[in-house]
Each structure stands twice: as C-alpha cells, then as structure tokens.
C-alpha cells in the first residue's frame, strides 16, 4: 500500500469564493423573540459568518493543521486521507481515532496522548495515533460508488489500513457515527483489537424493547429514544438518511446555509449548560472544521453516510472486546443497552462537556482514554 505524504494548500481563489459567497448571501426574514425554538437563529448565523469572511484566519489554521503528518493512500479503490502521529515512547500503544458527523477535531488531544511525557502525564500511557477522515469527508475527497459512505466499509478500511501501518494490535475509539465504526472493528477485527473506547455511545432499541429490565434513569432514556425519529432534533437525521441528494445543492452552493445546517447540530449534541455552540466549542475550531467541509465539496456526500449505514440496529453481536465507555451531559446512551451491544469494563459520567467530546473537553478525554487503556494495553 502506497503512502503519499500530504499537505494542505487551499487556492487562494478557493478562499476569494468563499468571502465572495459571504458577502453575498441573501438573508431570510426572522421572526423576533422565538430565538432557538425555531432552528437556529438567523441573527447568530450572521454573525458568525460576518467573523468567518472578515474575522477569521484560514491560513493560519491550515498551518496548525500542516504540524502534524499527513498522507493519502487508496484501499479497494476508495481515497483515504489520515494524519500519522507517532509518539518518541517506544512502548506506545497504537489508537486510531475515529470521527463522526459533521466532524470531531483531534488535535487538541494529540499532544498528550502521544507526548504524556511533556504533557505531564505517565509515559507508560503514550499512544501511537491513526485519525482517518472517513470516505466523502475532507480531504478523502466524496464518495463516487453507492455504499462507499456506509460505516461499515469504513471499519474495513481502517482494519486495513492499521494492518498495512504494521499494527497488529491496536485500540479505537469512536463518538457519534464514530462510535458504530469503532464497534464494528471489534467485531471484525476482534483478534487485533485490545479495547474499544466510546464516548456518548449511540444505543438504538430493538424493535418491541420496553425496557423492563432496565433502570429508571435507562426507561427515561428508551422513552425518548423511541420517539426520536418524531421529535425536532432527529430531523437532520431524518433529511439525511432519505434526501441527502435533495439537500446537498443547497449546503454545497451556500456557505451560510452549510454553516446554519451544520452548528444547528452541534447545538443540539453540545454541552447543555452552554447557550450556544461557539460557548461549547472555539469559535475558529468550529469554522476551521466548516471551511474544511467547504474547500473539499465534501458536505453533500458527508450526508451519504446516513442513507447508506445499515448496522446502527441493536441485534448486532457483542464482540467480546473490552470497551471503556465515556459519558457526557445530555447523552442519551441507555446503559442496558450499551451493555448488551459490549464488552463493557469501563463507565465514566463527566459533569461536564458534550457530544464533540475532543473539541469540547480535550482534557477529560484523554484522562479517561489513558485510564481505560492502562488496565489492558
């Protein structure tokens, strides 16, 4: 397998379009007072793409992203771009990283996971790190075959490309889709697998399930599961896994619209003690992660990975690998479940943070990543 060392160069013409396309957005009227109840508010999105056309500094993050070591490779025909961090331990235990959607932003925990020597933490924590940009994200470039976007070639392809690293024992770890990735390599991959780390698990019931067995807080928890394809936070969810087509134009030729679309999620996974996402999330990380779905045309095929998933159920088999499991306020992970779906030998509940776990608590992340792995690496 060939590795091609990468690097960010974005067009300067790329960028002039982008301004170009700020600047000339034709906003809706907004009705006064009803501030989130309606979507997000169209006063916030202006704002933030006032800062992102005058404010923000792409050049300057796309330095801080050129810092760590990047390549592209291809595997059975699919583009795959990935940053390689190797620690200076040489014990280190591999990791990759794994990423949901719209993104999850590692570079706040690189430094001490793979340096915990100058990061003051123990040396005997240190990781190796893999962060693959799954295929229709970034700078993978869109997907160009029905199912290339599905979750479960992605854990194919990282199987594939940890072995072809010379990693024969590895761990991973996973949020949002992130999180069903991750699960399906232990499921696939068990004989290389040490553990399995997940951070706000997404537990689906099974058809039928009601959740006698389960805890109070578990039955709480079932009930708004099992209503969530009717509820007002699960329509992107449903948009997306049944018209990604018909919404990718929209997102694609709009840089406000990607914007509008994309932070109204974040609102409704980040931290709930925050009031909004730029309160949860930096406001230059958060836009970096956007320009980079703008730069790339990758945001409509992003939204493939909805429609073409197909092991998100509740019935899949337990792997048997370890899994250490992270929570976050205003998860919804139902434990019952969680426990059915995995091995699980590690429970922590954060009184602070949210669903972008890497972007919103680096700090808290990585202290569980190395006390969950310290136990079996």
Known sequence: MNFAPFRIAVPQH????????????????ELPGVEWRYGIPTGYVRE?????????DWRQHEADL???????????GRRLHFTHVRSPEPDALPLALVHGWPFEDFREVIGPLTDPRAHGGDPRD???????????????????RPGDAATERSAELIAKLMSALGYSRYGVQGGDAGSFIASQLGRMDTDHLVGIHLNDPITIPSRGDDGSS???????????????????TSGYASM??????????????????LLAWVVDVVNTYKDPAKATPTDAIDRDLLLTNLSILWFTNTIGSS???????????????????????????????????????????????????????????PDLLTTDLRDFFRKIR
């Open 14 to 29: 790329d960028i002039d379009d982008l301004n170009a396309r700020l600047a000339a957005t034709r906003w809706p009227a």
């Open 48 to 56: 933030l793409c006032d800062y992102w056309r005058t404010g923000y």
């Open 66 to 76: 050129n810092a760590h070591p990047q390549f592209v490779t291809e595997i059975d």
């Open 126 to 144: 240190a990781f190796h790190l893999v962060v693959p940009t799954l295929p229709g994200f970034g700078f993978s470039g869109p997907t160009h």
């Open 214 to 232: 389960y805890s109070p807080a578990d039955q709480q928890k079932l009930a708004e599961m099992s209503d969530w394809s009717s509820r007002d």
């Open 240 to 257: 997306h896994s049944t018209r990604p087509q018909t919404l990718a134009p929209a997102v694609t030729d709009s840089p406000a619209g």
């Open 303 to 361: 939204l493939r990975l909805y429609k073409e998933s197909q092991h998100w159920g509740a019935d899949l088999p337990n792997s048997g690998v370890p899994t250490g499991i992270a929570l976050f306020p205003g998860n919804k992970t139902i434990r019952g479940l969680a426990e059915k779906q995995h091995t699980v030998t590690h429970w922590t509940e954060f009184p602070r943070g949210g669903h972008f776990a890497a972007m919103e608590t």
